[in-house]
């Protein structure tokens, strides 16, 4: 085999690797956090036109360390019902939209880890805590706090 076909072979081999790599990072991702949430928040219709749109926010599923990371990669809109979220279309396979009503949220809890303020989920079912930073996450704390009447669920 010459210089030439192991150029050739590279040239085809990496993409279809680092393709392979990115489905099975997206499924483990997926597998590790998402799915947790698919049996009781699955959405299967579009998202209402009238809600509050947050892009590129950050979200943890379960605690942090340890935790399901998704920095700078999720949408959330919320609206008077609840709240939506789904990747960004790089991290959206195997990862479908949730709908969480507020009647399944049981807290809302600012936290603050050194210079990073951050709003904890917690819930009424057995799924894992959510933790959301910036904007996306005092939005929602301020839209349960106006539904419960700033009092904890």
Known sequence: MNNTHLIW????????????????????LSWAGW????????WDRPVPDHVRRHSLATMVIGRF?????????????IDERGFYLRPMILFRLFHPLLHIGWDQVASIEPRKTLWIKAHQLSFRRDVPMLTFGGSAGQSLFDAWQARNGGRPG
């Not at 040239?11 to 997206?26: D, E, Q, R, S, T």
């Open 9 to 28: 072979i590279f040239a085809l081999g990496f993409p279809l690797f680092f393709v392979a790599m990115w489905l099975f990072i997206a499924r483990i």
């Open 35 to 42: 799915s947790k949430f698919l049996p009781a928040f699955a």
């Open 65 to 77: 360390p340890g935790g399901v990371s998704y920095r700078n990669a999720v949408s959330v809109w």
